[in-house]
């Protein structure tokens, strides 16, 4: 079965600063795509960045970057220049499993605290 | 731009209690799910379905039951509500194929008293 594990349950940051959210995850597909949504405290699920298995280089959204190590099967998110709106809890998550295409699999999450 | 809309937003059950939650998407999406998000959890997968007519089951289904009569509708019902089915719950859809963006509705509270 796919796992998805984010070992760091909170962070916190001073604005301006950069920070690096942790994500690994297992599975046995070949093809599969990564996540990270962001869920603030309205709780609707924002998608931030993802990334395609098969694509070597690491995808990058304006400040939110992510470090993809196939390998190693760890997706870190790096969120630079922090802002206070980026107070959140984050969630890393994997799709394509089995035959369902757009299901996901999603991790307990990382809340981050912005901090002026 | 509705985009995924669920109904209602707050619900509070009595033990045994059966509901419907509403969930409703104007993209024209094949594909539609839906997720329960309990606390210190990440959200995980109920029901999904492909297509009208189709629907299947994801890793925690006990106790919810699906159908998809439309391409727009996608609603989730609780058959006698337990206190262990308080959660938040969210509609997804997307068109089908892996690694296409995902919508999510706003959520529903459900408390189960």
């Known amino acids: 079965a796919q796992t998805v594990t984010q070992s760091q349950p909170e962070m916190s940051v001073q604005e301006a600063e950069t920070v690096t959210l942790s994500c690994t995850y297992d599975t046995s597909e070949n093809n599969y795509y990564l996540f990270w949504y962001k869920q603030p405290p309205s709780r609707q699920m924002i998608l931030v960045i993802r990334q395609e298995a098969y694509k070597q280089q690491n995808a990058t959204e304006n400040r939110f970057s992510v470090n993809f190590q196939k390998a190693a099967k760890s997706f870190s998110l790096k969120i630079s220049d922090s802002q206070l709106g980026d107070t959140a809890m984050y969630f890393c998550?994997?799709?394509?499993?089995?035959?369902?295409?757009?299901?996901?699999?999603f991790g307990k999450g990382t809340k981050l605290s912005v901090k002026p | 731009n509705a985009g995924v809309t669920q109904t209602p937003k707050f619900q509070v059950l009595k033990t045994g209690q059966s509901m419907t939650l509403q969930c409703a998407q104007d993209m024209n999406h094949e594909y539609m799910s839906w997720y329960r998000q309990d606390p210190g959890m990440g959200l995980r997968l109920i029901h999904y379905s492909v297509g009208a007519g189709i629907t299947d089951q994801g890793e925690v289904p006990n106790g919810y039951n699906v159908s998809r009569s439309t391409t727009e509708d996608f609603p989730l019902r609780l058959l006698s509500a337990a206190p262990s089915q308080t959660s938040v719950y969210f509609c997804?859809?997307?068109?089908?194929?892996?690694?296409?963006?995902?919508?999510f509705g706003e959520g529903s509270w459900l408390t189960v008293v």
């Open positions: 998550a994997s799709s394509g499993y089995g035959g369902s295409q757009g299901n996901l699999i």
């Open positions: 997804a859809s997307s068109y089908s194929g892996r690694g296409n963006t995902i919508y």
